[in-house]
């Protein structure tokens, strides 16, 4: 038998990302809780916009999502120029991983962090390396200590995703000023949107201050724009330039630009996001903190929810009741947390079914979730 192609060394130790779950064999209604994704969807404009551009399939789309980066612009007051759009935030941390880094340099982000940050180092050759967390959250001092010859990347999300947990901005420059001028830090902000604290910052006065930072963002979690696959990053011009490189010549398709402009000019959609956001995942955290579980702190839409050592009360325990009843949430096992849940803030009646479940399974009848 004749030899078949070999990938390059090092593709075949990545642990291939597995999105939350959606479906549970013979149940047809499900609560989706897995995914971080809006509990409204797009907004009306957004929808609206996508469709109209179904009569333009057969043409390319703008390879420099002009209007998109445009409307970005406009909104968060960012030259145009040092914005990049890509298929998700996703697609940009893969990018600036294979345009920065080599085999034998590191990838340096938290415990635990995105994902992504890991499997897009090792497909680039690079070798991921991860820094302590100090109460689930990151610890610049941990993240410096890290820090050798070979760091080419410092991946931050502020929020993170699991935890929700976030670094105020001293620290984040404080990070940024330990760092080598050489190493690129790298501010995942996918979930800025829902934080209006004072001591928060995205990271958009970083990129400013220099050539080695970049913020990245995206659609898919408060515009509900997750299916069309559509991100952005704020960067120096030196590493917009090499972005623009290396990225697809058409890597935004039109449908999803179109959807995008129209999403962030509908700020009144945004604002009723975060409002309810904001409501629900107080509620959520307090009637489950009242069964007794572990609630994580969050700025994001999701919570993650620790259990205890019982293996009939632990959280592989809660997650079959969970889906025996329709409800579909993350365990966190990828991520560390192998007792933990992460679930994400979904409408009303879904949070009620969510804490109403859960007292069930803790055999909690006495709750108070309904009044």
Known sequence: MSDSPKPRDGVMDIAAYVGGESKIPGVNRIIKLSSNEGPFGPSVHASKAHATEAINLHRYPDGGAVALREAIGKRYNLDPVRIVCGAGSDELISLLCSAYTSPGDEVLYSQHGFMMYPISAKAAGATPVTAPETNKTADVDALLRAVTDKTKIVFLANPNNPTGTYLPKAEVARLRDGLRDNILLVIDAAYAEYVKLDDYSAGIELVDAGNNTVMTRTFSKIYGLGGVRLGWCYAPENVVDVLNRVRGPFNVSSSAIAAGVAAIEDVAFEEMSRAHNDKW???????????????????????????????????????????????????????????????????????????????AFLGRNDTDANQ
């Open 281 to 359: 995942r107080e509620w959520t955290a307090v009637e489950l903190q009242k069964l007794g579980l572990d609630v994580t702190p969050s700025l994001g839409n999701f919570l993650l929810v620790c259990f205890g050592d019982d293996p009939d009360r632990n959280a592989e325990a809660a997650d079959q009741f969970l889906k025996a009843r329709g409800i579909v949430i993350r365990r966190m096992n990828g991520y560390g947390f192998p007792n933990c849940l992460r679930i994400t803030i979904g409408l009303e009646e879904d949070m009620r079914a969510v804490v109403d479940t859960l007292a």
